[in-house]
């Protein structure tokens, strides 16, 4: 079967592939026959070296975490029952860049006939982020929520969210064409973070009651002075290189809980019951996935260049 491979860490010229045996289902495992791969950004920082306290990958080594397929084989302990289902399924954040994926049988979220596969593989990851980050914050009907990085995939979906909750959602994205499909997700307002000066037009506005920040870094530190006191604040991206600088001592003062990614690692150990929970959502029309563009598996080093560039609108994915 085919892989990409990242060979060491570098450039996205790094990932290339290759040929591997066919995988072979162990005690309490399925081999998953992947029909759509999730593409991270943080797959792309790993991949350059970074992260490693969090991700000790050593190259060579077959990148990604999300894979949307039909499983094939199963192995000891496994219910038969399980053959020729529609799967998402999570690979422990390696061996997902792969035509077939080993996935163990509690890191499956069936997927419901009503979803394509490929929404649901846009879903696996940014679908239980954005629930969280809309659970954990109980996000009320005319609180003002301000998304950082609301055209990334889980950005879109909180928009959408917040504004179903009846919430006044700001969102922050660069550029007409990112502002316009954050607008369509629900957004009444819509902001560029590199206009000088946008953070303290919101404060003199009388500022935010939540922020969810998938972005991190000076931006995600100005939009902390926006949340009110008393309000909320959720760090839980840093495709800048480092997450939002939120003194603890300053957001006691004013009375603000802070969330980190940490706080929020029900994202991550609860993801199946939280994927289900994206599948119906979108099944029933209060989920919308955004699907930028799919690579073949063979062009997953484009499929980097073009995440990194942040040239496309909405999620990208790879295909066998």
């Given at each position: 079967?085919?892989?990409?491979?990242?060979?060491?860490?570098?450039?996205?010229?790094?990932?290339?592939?290759?040929?591997?045996?066919?995988?072979?289902?162990?005690?309490?495992?399925?081999?998953?026959?992947?029909?759509?791969?999730?593409?991270?950004?943080?797959?792309?920082?790993?991949?350059?070296?970074?992260?490693?306290?969090?991700?000790?990958v050593t190259p060579p080594y077959v990148?990604?975490?999300?894979?949307?397929?039909?499983?094939?084989?199963?192995?000891?302990?496994?219910?038969?029952?399980?053959?020729?289902?529609?799967?998402?399924?999570?690979?422990?954040?390696?061996?997902?860049?792969?035509?077939?994926?080993v996935v163990a049988v509690d890191q499956l979220?069936?997927?419901?006939?009503?979803?394509?596969?490929?929404?649901?593989?846009?879903?696996?990851?940014?679908?239980?982020?954005?629930?969280?980050?809309?659970?954990?914050?109980?996000?009320?009907?005319?609180?003002?929520?301000?998304?950082?990085?609301?055209?990334?995939?889980?950005?879109?979906?909180?928009?959408?969210?917040?504004?179903?909750?009846?919430?006044?959602?700001?969102?922050?994205?660069?550029?007409?064409?990112?502002?316009?499909?954050?607008?369509?997700?629900?957004?009444?307002?819509?902001?560029?973070?590199?206009?000088?000066?946008?953070?303290?037009?919101?404060?003199?506005?009388?500022?935010?009651?939540?922020?969810?920040?998938?972005?991190?870094?000076?931006?995600?530190?100005?939009?902390?002075?926006?949340?009110?006191?008393?309000?909320?604040?959720?760090?839980?991206?840093?495709?800048?290189?480092?997450?939002?600088?939120?003194?603890?001592?300053?957001?006691?003062?004013?009375?603000?809980?802070?969330?980190?990614?940490?706080?929020?690692?029900?994202?991550?150990?609860?993801?199946?019951?939280?994927?289900?929970?994206?599948?119906?959502?979108?099944?029933?029309?209060?989920?919308?996935?955004?699907?930028?563009?799919?690579?073949?598996?063979?062009?997953?080093?484009?499929?980097?260049?073009?995440?990194?560039?942040?040239?496309?609108?909405?999620?990208?994915?790879?295909?066998?």
């Amino acid at each position: 079967m085919l892989v990409a491979e990242a060979a060491r860490f570098g450039g996205p010229d790094v990932l290339v592939g290759r040929e591997a045996a066919d995988p072979v289902a162990g005690p309490g495992q399925v081999v998953v026959e992947v029909a759509a791969i999730d593409v991270l950004y943080v797959e792309a920082q790993v991949r350059s070296g970074w992260g490693q306290q969090w991700f000790p990958v050593t190259p060579p080594y077959v990148p990604g975490d999300g894979v949307a397929g039909t499983v094939l084989a199963v192995g000891d302990g496994v219910g038969d029952d399980w053959l020729g289902r529609r799967v998402v399924g999570y690979t422990g954040s390696v061996n997902a860049y792969a035509q077939r994926a080993v996935v163990a049988v509690d890191q499956l979220a069936p997927v419901p006939d009503e979803l394509e596969l490929v929404d649901a593989a846009a879903l696996s990851h940014d679908g239980p982020m954005a629930l969280t980050l809309l659970h954990t914050a109980a996000v009320r009907a005319d609180e003002s929520v301000l998304v950082l990085g609301a055209n990334g995939g889980a950005g879109l979906l909180a928009v959408q969210l917040a504004a179903a909750a009846g919430a006044r959602v700001i969102g922050a994205a660069r550029g007409e064409r990112k502002q316009d499909l954050v607008r369509q997700a629900g957004a009444g307002t819509v902001l560029d973070p590199g206009e000088p000066g946008w953070s303290a037009r919101l404060r003199e506005a009388g500022g935010v009651d939540v922020v969810f920040d998938g972005v991190g870094g000076e931006i995600g530190t100005a939009a902390f002075d926006t949340v009110r006191r008393g309000g909320r604040f959720f760090g839980y991206g840093a495709p800048t290189g480092e997450f939002a600088a939120v003194a603890e001592a300053e957001a006691a003062r004013r009375g603000i809980t802070r969330y980190g990614i940490g706080e929020l690692s029900q994202a991550r150990y609860d993801v199946t019951s939280l994927a289900a929970q994206a599948f119906q959502a979108a099944v029933e029309g209060r989920l919308r996935p955004v699907i930028g563009r799919v690579f073949r598996l063979s062009d997953a080093a484009a499929a980097h260049a073009a995440t990194e560039s942040r040239s496309v609108l909405g999620k990208i994915l790879l295909q066998p």
